[in-house]
C-alpha cells in the first residue's frame, strides 16, 4: 500500500497478519518495524514472516524509508532523522490509527524510533506497548571507527568523500547494476563471520538498489544524531536491546549505552552476528519481537 506523509511524499508499505483475532476482535497488537540506512523493507521481510507465522494474531506493519526502496525520492533537505519521526506517525496514523504498538527499529530505524518519542511524545505515551532497538544507537555516531586504525580510517573517510562528490552521483538511480561487486565490502561492514548465504545475497542486493542520492543525503543527520534524553519514553513498558559481537557500525558499546539509559532493559549480544540481525538472526529476534507483542496483547486484554 501507499502511505502519503506530512509532506505530501508517497511511502511503500505493507501489511502482513491477521487482521482479526481469532475472537473476532481487531488484531491486539500492530507491530511496526523500520529498517536501517542504505536498506529497505524487504530486510524485515523473514522476521515479518515469522511473527505472523507464530499464531499470535497480530498485524505487522513494514515499510520503506522516503529516499528508499519503493517509496518516493525525496528532497534532500528533507533526508533527516526528524522527517523521518515524522514519517513514522504519519505511517501509524494512516495503517495503524488504534490499538497497542511494538516498534522494531534496525540501525537509523531503531534511530527514528527515538526521534519518534522526541518529536511525537503524545503518541508513544499513548499507544506504545514494547520496543525493540536492533543493532541501533542513542548517539555518537560521529566518533564511530568501524574497527579500523586512525589511519585506515581516515582513508576510508577520504574514499567516502570523494566517492559523494564522483561526476553523477546524485543522477545515478542505483549504487550498483552488479550486486556482486559490493559483496565483499558488504561483508566486511555488515555482516558477521557466519552470515549464511541468504543473509549475504539480500544485504548486497538491497545496497546495490539504493539511490546514491540516499546513501550521502542521510550521513549527516546519521553523525548528528544525539538522542540519549528520549530513551526515557521507554522507561514503562518492555524494551529489547539486540546487537552482533561482529557489528562494526554500531558497536556493542552503543547498545550498553542504550542499556545504561534504561536498566530495565533486556540486553541480548549474538555471538559471531555482524550489523545485519534482522537477516542474520531471524529467529532470535522474532522471538523476541513476539514475546514483545504477547506482553502487550496481555496487557491489552487485562485492560
Same mark, same amino acid.
Given at each position: 500500500?501507499?502511505?502519503r506523509?506530512?509532506d505530501?511524499?508517497?511511502?511503500?508499505?505493507e501489511?502482513?497478519?491477521?487482521?482479526?483475532?481469532?475472537s473476532?476482535t481487531?488484531?491486539?497488537?500492530?507491530?511496526?518495524?523500520?529498517?536501517?540506512?542504505?536498506?529497505?523493507?524487504?530486510?524485515?521481510e523473514?522476521?515479518?514472516?515469522?511473527?505472523?507465522?507464530?499464531?499470535?494474531?497480530v498485524r505487522?506493519?513494514?515499510?520503506?524509508?522516503?529516499?528508499?526502496?519503493?517509496?518516493d525520492t525525496?528532497?534532500?533537505?528533507?533526508?533527516?532523522?526528524?522527517q523521518?519521526?515524522d514519517?513514522?506517525?504519519?505511517?501509524?496514523?494512516q495503517?495503524?490509527?488504534?490499538?497497542?504498538?511494538?516498534?522494531?527499529?534496525?540501525?537509523?530505524?531503531g534511530?527514528?524510533?527515538?526521534?519518534?518519542?522526541?518529536?511525537?511524545?503524545?503518541?508513544?505515551?499513548?499507544?506504545?506497548?514494547g520496543?525493540?532497538?536492533?543493532a %541501533?544507537? @542513542?548517539?555518537?555516531?560521529?566518533?564511530?571507527?568501524?574497527? &579500523?586504525?586512525? *589511519?585506515? !580510517?581516515?582513508l $576510508?573517510?577520504? /574514499?567516502?568523500?570523494?566517492?559523494?562528490a564522483?561526476?553523477?552521483?546524485?543522477?545515478?538511480?542505483?549504487?550498483?547494476?552488479h550486486?556482486?561487486?559490493?559483496?565483499?565490502?558488504?561483508?566486511?561492514?555488515?555482516?558477521g563471520?557466519?552470515?549464511?548465504?541468504?543473509?549475504v545475497?539480500l544485504?548486497t542486493?538491497?545496497?546495490?538498489e539504493?539511490r546514491p542520492?540516499?546513501?550521502?543525503g542521510?550521513?549527516p543527520?546519521?553523525?548528528a544524531?544525539?538522542?540519549?534524553?528520549?530513551?526515557?519514553?521507554?522507561?514503562?513498558?518492555?524494551v529489547?536491546?539486540?546487537?552482533?559481537?561482529?557489528?562494526r557500525? %554500531?558497536? @556493542?558499546?552503543?547498545?550498553?549505552?542504550?542499556?545504561?539509559? &534504561?536498566?530495565? *532493559?533486556? !540486553?541480548?549480544? $549474538?555471538?559471531? /552476528?555482524g550489523?545485519?540481525?534482522?537477516?542474520?538472526?531471524?529467529?532470535?529476534?522474532?522471538?523476541r519481537?513476539?514475546?514483545?507483542?504477547r506482553?502487550?496483547?496481555?496487557?491489552?486484554?487485562?485492560?
Amino acid at each position: 500500500m501507499r502511505v502519503r506523509s506530512a509532506d505530501g511524499l508517497e511511502l511503500h508499505a505493507e501489511v502482513t497478519g491477521a487482521a482479526r483475532g481469532s475472537s473476532g476482535t481487531e488484531a491486539p497488537v500492530t507491530v511496526v518495524l523500520a529498517h536501517g540506512w542504505t536498506l529497505d523493507s524487504r530486510c524485515w521481510e523473514p522476521v515479518a514472516d515469522s511473527l505472523v507465522g507464530a499464531g499470535l494474531p497480530v498485524r505487522v506493519v513494514r515499510y520503506d524509508h522516503r529516499g528508499h526502496g519503493r517509496s518516493d525520492t525525496a528532497d534532500p533537505s528533507t533526508l533527516t532523522i526528524e522527517q523521518l519521526a515524522d514519517d513514522l506517525a504519519a505511517l501509524i496514523e494512516q495503517v495503524a490509527p488504534d490499538g497497542p504498538l511494538v516498534l522494531g527499529g534496525h540501525s537509523m530505524g531503531g534511530m527514528t524510533v527515538m526521534a519518534l518519542a522526541e518529536r511525537h511524545p503524545e503518541l508513544v505515551a499513548a499507544r506504545l506497548a514494547g520496543v525493540a532497538l536492533v543493532a %541501533t544507537a @542513542s548517539g555518537g555516531l560521529a566518533d564511530a571507527t568501524f574497527g &579500523l586504525r586512525p *589511519a585506515q !580510517l581516515e582513508l $576510508f573517510r577520504r /574514499a567516502e568523500r570523494r566517492m559523494y562528490a564522483s561526476r553523477g552521483w546524485d543522477t545515478r538511480r542505483a549504487l550498483s547494476r552488479h550486486p556482486w561487486l559490493l559483496r565483499p565490502g558488504m561483508k566486511w561492514l555488515l555482516l558477521g563471520s557466519d552470515a549464511d548465504a541468504r543473509a549475504v545475497r539480500l544485504t548486497t542486493k538491497v545496497v546495490a538498489e539504493c539511490r546514491p542520492s540516499t546513501v550521502s543525503g542521510f550521513r549527516p543527520t546519521l553523525e548528528a544524531h544525539e538522542r540519549d534524553a528520549a530513551l526515557a519514553a521507554f522507561a514503562q513498558v518492555p524494551v529489547e536491546i539486540m546487537v552482533g559481537s561482529e557489528d562494526r557500525l %554500531t558497536p @556493542s558499546s552503543f547498545s550498553r549505552r542504550i542499556r545504561k539509559a &534504561l536498566p530495565d *532493559a533486556s !540486553l541480548t549480544i $549474538f555471538p559471531e /552476528a555482524g550489523h545485519m540481525l534482522p537477516v542474520e538472526r531471524v529467529a532470535g529476534v522474532s522471538a523476541r519481537l513476539h514475546a514483545l507483542a504477547r506482553t502487550a496483547a496481555t496487557r491489552s486484554s487485562a485492560a
